[in-house]
């Protein structure tokens, strides 16, 4: 496989995105960055504009309507075999295309690469972080780093509420032409979540926005995973107030 063309979705993504970005670039042979953007209003779009000065392979393509739209629309715009998936708040490890390329068989519709939280310092933590992503994942599907084969998808029509669990949508669709997807642990990539999830409301608003895209029994599947999530996010947020002087 020579390049792929990869799609990311941006609003006001400032804060990682040209580390996210200098990473794609480095470890992925990128044909197209295909670039879906809800209205950024921040220096997201002149970010672009560096890199696309740098790599002139970038195109902008705005939706201001949910994740599942802005999706849609970044599989209409693949022009390569495969494509690759990637969150704008992530930063790949070392060789991430060159790792996944060894998942891919004629029976692998897509490969997903584990995301570990930034804040994880642990060991202990990281290892339990890991087998409760990896069991999450299985349930529902992840696109913050994930290579998919754009034949299987050319002909997917998510439905345009799923604003949350569109990355559901597009796992099980996968499995339903007849492909395996892929988990692994490497690659993978780190995930700078906002700081906003760390606090009370935060992790309530990411609660609802499940409640209200996701079936019960899904929710009910994924109650022990999250409530591992969420867990963590309380430490961290009690652990940052420990900190403040």
Not at 85 to 92: N, P, Y
Not at 121 to 146: A, C, E, P, Y
Not at 151 to 160: F, G, H, S, Y
Request: hydrophobic fraction near 40%; glycine fraction near 6%.
């Amino acid at each position: 496989m020579n390049s792929v063309d990869a799609v990311l979705l941006t609003l006001n993504s400032e804060r990682k995105l040209e580390d996210c970005l200098a990473s794609v670039y480095k470890n992925v042979p990128i044909a197209k960055l295909i670039v879906v953007d809800g209205g950024s209003s921040d220096k997201t779009l002149a970010i672009l504009k560096k890199f696309d000065e740098k790599y002139h392979n970038i195109k902008i393509i705005p939706d201001r309507g949910t994740r599942a739209t802005a999706r849609q629309k970044g599989i209409q715009n693949v022009a390569t075999e495969w494509f690759l998936f990637v969150d704008s708040d992530v930063v790949l490890c070392d060789d991430w295309f060159q790792k996944a390329e060894k998942y891919i068989d004629d029976d692998v519709g897509a490969v997903w690469g584990i995301e570990v939280w930034s804040t994880i310092q642990n060991q202990s933590m990281l290892k339990m972080f890991l087998w409760v992503t990896k069991k999450i994942f299985d349930l529902r599907g992840g696109t913050h780093d994930t290579l998919v084969r754009t034949e299987v998808v050319k002909n997917i029509n998510i439905p345009p509420n799923l604003h949350v669990f569109e990355d559901t949508y597009l796992k099980n669709w996968v499995i339903r032409q007849g492909y395996r997807v892929v988990a692994c642990y490497d690659p993978f990539c780190i995930h700078y979540r906002p700081k906003t999830v760390w606090t009370l409301r935060g992790s309530l608003n990411l609660i609802i926005e499940a409640l209200r895209f996701g079936s019960c029994k899904l929710l009910t599947k994924l109650g022990l995973a999250y409530g591992f999530y969420t867990a963590y996010s309380v430490y961290q947020l009690l652990s940052g107030n420990k900190r403040k002087p």
